[in-house]
């Protein structure tokens, strides 16, 4: 039985810490499936490795650990940055036909 502590389960799932500490409070709200932690001598938090890794691949493959707002504003940015590009690549192959 292998254990890990919240920096190892943060680097696992690519999240900070104080995420981990965040799906933990929503999921004992009832939101999520996260995995609670168990308890060790000490107060020291830690999560079983088989259930980090079973939520791991319960997860779908579209699902990321970055905030919906980030990806819209991360898609706007993209967008936008597509455009510049598409219009410089026209005003070049302007210049190039003449």
Same mark, same amino acid.
């Given at each position: 039985?292998? #254990?890990?502590?919240?920096?190892? #389960?943060?680097?696992? %799932? +690519? #999240?900070?810490? &104080?995420?981990?500490?965040?799906?933990?409070?929503?999921? /004992? +709200?009832?939101?999520?499936?996260?995995?609670?932690?168990?308890? !060790? /001598?000490?107060?020291?938090? /830690?999560? %079983? $490795?088989?259930? #980090?890794?079973?939520?791991?691949?319960? $997860?779908? !493959? @579209?699902? &990321?650990?970055?905030? @919906? /707002?980030? *990806?819209?504003?991360?898609? +706007?940015?993209?967008?936008?940055? *597509?455009? @510049? !590009?598409?219009? @410089? %690549?026209?005003?070049?192959?302007? +210049?190039?036909? *003449?």
């Amino acid at each position: 039985m292998n #254990v890990l502590l919240i920096n190892e #389960v943060a680097e696992l %799932l +690519k #999240v900070s810490p &104080s995420s981990i500490t965040r799906f933990c409070e929503n999921r /004992r +709200k009832g939101i999520g499936n996260f995995p609670l932690p168990i308890s !060790t /001598r000490g107060g020291k938090r /830690r999560w %079983l $490795q088989s259930d #980090v890794e079973n939520y791991l691949a319960s $997860q779908s !493959t @579209a699902m &990321s650990p970055v905030p @919906a /707002r980030k *990806q819209r504003r991360c898609a +706007k940015a993209f967008t936008e940055r *597509q455009s @510049a !590009t598409d219009r @410089a %690549l026209e005003r070049f192959r302007g +210049k190039e036909s *003449q």
